[in-house]
C-alpha cells in the first residue's frame, strides 16, 4: 500500500494553538484544554469566506461553521454568563419562537460572529479567573446545582464535539483536515 504524503490530506495546525501542559494544577489543566479547543475550532475556521463559512454539511441538517460559530458564542454566554454566573443578560442567537436559529439564519455578518465570540470567551475567562472549582452555579432548566469544575469540563465536552463536526465541514468544504 503507498503512503500519502501528509502535505496532500493534513494540515498541521499544531504551531498556532496554545500547549497544554502534562503537569499543573487541575485548575490550569481544565482552562488550557477549553482554551485549547477553542483556539482549533477557531483554526479550523481560518480564512473561509462568509459563503464558505455558510455551507450546509448535508440535507437536511443545518450544520455549518457560521451556525457552530453563533451556538458556540450563545453555549459561552448561556453557561457561564447566565447560567453560572448570573448575570442578567439576553440570549443569542435563540428565542422560545426560533430556538435553532444559531444554525437556520447564516446570513448574518460573520466578522460581527466571531467578534462576539471572542467577546463572550472573554467574559467566560473573566468568570472563571474569579471563582472557585469549587463555586456552585444553579441551571434555570432544572433548578440542579452545578460546580465550575463541572462546567469546565462540559465545555470541554462541547468543544471537542463541535471541532471534530468543524473537522468535517472543512475537510467538504476545500478538503482540508487537521489536528
Not at 459561552?76 to 447566565?82: G, H, K, L, S, T
Not at 439564519?105 to 471563582?131: F, H, K, L, Q, Y
Request: hydrophobic share 35%.
Amino acid at each position: 500500500m503507498d503512503t500519502i504524503p501528509e502535505e496532500n490530506y493534513s494540515v498541521d495546525w499544531s504551531g498556532d494553538r496554545p500547549k497544554m501542559p502534562r503537569t499543573a494544577s487541575e485548575r490550569e489543566t481544565l482552562t488550557s484544554v477549553l482554551d485549547w479547543h477553542r483556539h482549533t475550532f477557531e483554526l479550523k475556521c481560518q480564512g473561509l469566506t462568509p459563503e464558505q463559512m455558510a455551507l450546509r454539511s448535508v440535507d437536511p441538517s443545518t450544520l455549518s461553521l457560521h451556525g457552530l460559530l453563533r451556538q458556540l458564542t450563545g453555549v459561552e454566554r448561556w453557561w457561564f454568563r447566565i447560567q453560572f454566573a448570573g448575570e442578567d443578560v439576553p440570549m443569542l442567537y435563540y428565542s422560545d419562537e426560533w430556538p435553532e436559529q444559531d444554525f437556520d439564519d447564516t446570513g448574518g455578518d460573520v466578522e460581527a460572529a466571531w467578534a462576539a465570540w471572542r467577546e463572550e470567551c472573554a467574559r467566560s475567562r473573566e468568570i472563571v479567573a474569579a471563582a472557585s472549582l469549587d463555586d456552585v452555579g444553579k441551571s434555570r432548566r432544572d433548578g440542579e446545582p452545578f460546580s465550575l469544575r463541572w462546567l469546565l469540563a462540559n465545555h470541554i465536552a462541547e468543544y471537542a464535539r463541535h471541532d471534530g463536526h468543524a473537522d468535517l465541514l472543512r475537510e467538504r468544504i476545500d478538503g482540508r483536515t487537521g489536528r
